[in-house]
């Protein structure tokens, strides 16, 4: 005897809205999130960038903005607070050479760093990038925000 000839064939599952079912709504957090690297794409190619790079150089421009002009490497290593020391040195090390960041000044011994403003246009090229990739999103869904 087969157990599936045997089965009712009515399906269980309500016809409701997923989202309902979850008792949410998307956010603009999850849009971000779920467009984050259609967001970073025109970026990473414009720029030659790694996502890594555009992260830890948008924690640079916002401890630019609400911290200070300057920044050591132990003060972005705290406030992006994602990377390992390993990694950070070498993201600092290449977005240098990349000429997004400069040496401003050594006090004490340590070394502080600004944007240059190649790296204050990659950051703020990312606006555009964002209104761009939501855009499409909220179209290709009819999404209304």
């Keep these: 005897m087969n157990k599936q000839q045997n089965t009712d064939s009515a399906t269980t599952v309500r016809e409701e809205n997923t989202l309902e079912l979850y ?3 998307g956010s603009l957090s999850q849009y971000i999130v779920y467009n984050l690297f ?6 990473r190619k414009k720029f030659n960038l790694t996502i ?3 992260v830890i150089l948008n924690g640079m421009m916002l401890y630019h903005k609400y911290v200070g002009s300057s920044f050591s490497y132990s003060c972005i290593l705290r406030y992006v607070g994602y990377f390992n020391d390993k990694k950070m040195k070498y993201y600092f090390g290449s977005l240098q050479e990349k000429g ?5 000044d050594v006090i004490n011994g340590a070394k502080r760093y600004r944007l240059t403003e190649k790296g204050i246009e990659e950051v703020n090229h990312m606006q555009e990038s964002y209104e ?4 499409k999103f909220t179209q290709d869904n009819n999404i209304v925000l």
Excluded at 100 to 104: E, G, H, R, S
Excluded at 132 to 135: E, I, N, P, R
């Design 100 to 104: 997004c960041i400069m040496l401003f």
């Design 23 to 25: 008792n949410t709504t």
């Design 38 to 43: 259609r967001i970073l794409r025109p970026i």
């Design 52 to 54: 890594n790079e555009i």
């Design 132 to 135: 761009k990739a939501l855009y």
